[in-house]
């Protein structure tokens, strides 16, 4: 296993955010995934079948799955014990970095400030989230917190649409967008696999470098 967030996204730079109620949308929601062009995804642990759907999503084959808002120690064990292939959080924890680091998978936690920024290169953790991304900002914000920090890579997330995708990825220290507009829990609702594929490969193309 990849310890390098990197090395897991292998030049995938769109990160789609997904929040699923039910694992029963895990395969049809995987196949629209990857036949959009997207070659990851971060399944939110906000649902009482995340573990379930990381696991039916991670046999797909097709895409990196990690999972997203991973709080607890014990929600990383429980994540990666599932398939998960990298971990996010939506803030720094030294346990959620520790155990990633136990387990032998990168960990992106979020941070929204040059302090947290810190924290996390001292942890030695170079890839971060920014989050949330737009309220904080946007590319503006990106660029005045890269600026003092060549070691750290960003993958924004929070707020981002389509539009937008090209105002971060132009910045170097970018390493991927993260979003969950490409499929939203009201898409799964009404089964708009096809909607998912559509708006998954415009996002492609859009953060294509
Ligand atoms: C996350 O957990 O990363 C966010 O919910 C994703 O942000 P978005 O929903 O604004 O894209």
Not at 156 to 179: C, E, F, M, Q
Request: hydrophobic share 50%.
């Amino acid at each position: 296993t990849a310890t390098d967030l990197s090395a897991v996204l292998a030049g995938a730079r769109l990160l789609p955010v997904l929040t699923v109620p039910s694992a029963a949308s895990a395969g049809p929601l995987a196949d629209a995934l990857a036949a959009g062009g997207a070659r990851c995804a971060e399944v939110t642990f906000r649902t009482p079948d995340a573990e379930r759907v990381v696991k039916a999503m991670a046999a797909h084959g097709g895409l990196a799955v990690g999972a997203g808002t991973v709080l607890t120690r014990e929600q990383a064990e429980r994540a990666v014990a599932a398939g998960a292939r990298f971990l996010v959080s939506p803030g720094f924890d030294n346990d959620v970095i520790d155990a990633g680091r136990a387990l032998g998978v990168p960990v992106v936690p979020g941070v929204a400030s040059a302090t947290e920024l810190m924290r996390a290169l001292k942890a030695g953790v170079d890839t971060v989230k920014l989050f949330p991304a737009e309220p904080l900002g946007g590319p503006a914000m990106l660029r005045a917190l890269a600026a003092p920090f060549p070691r750290a890579r960003f993958v924004p997330t929070g707020g981002i649409g389509p539009d937008r995708l090209s105002a971060y990825l132009d910045h170097p220290a970018v390493l991927a967008v993260g979003g969950s507009w490409i499929a939203t829990p009201g898409h799964l609702k009404r089964g708009a696999y096809d909607e998912i594929r559509r708006l998954t490969a415009e996002a492609v193309e859009r953060s294509a470098p």
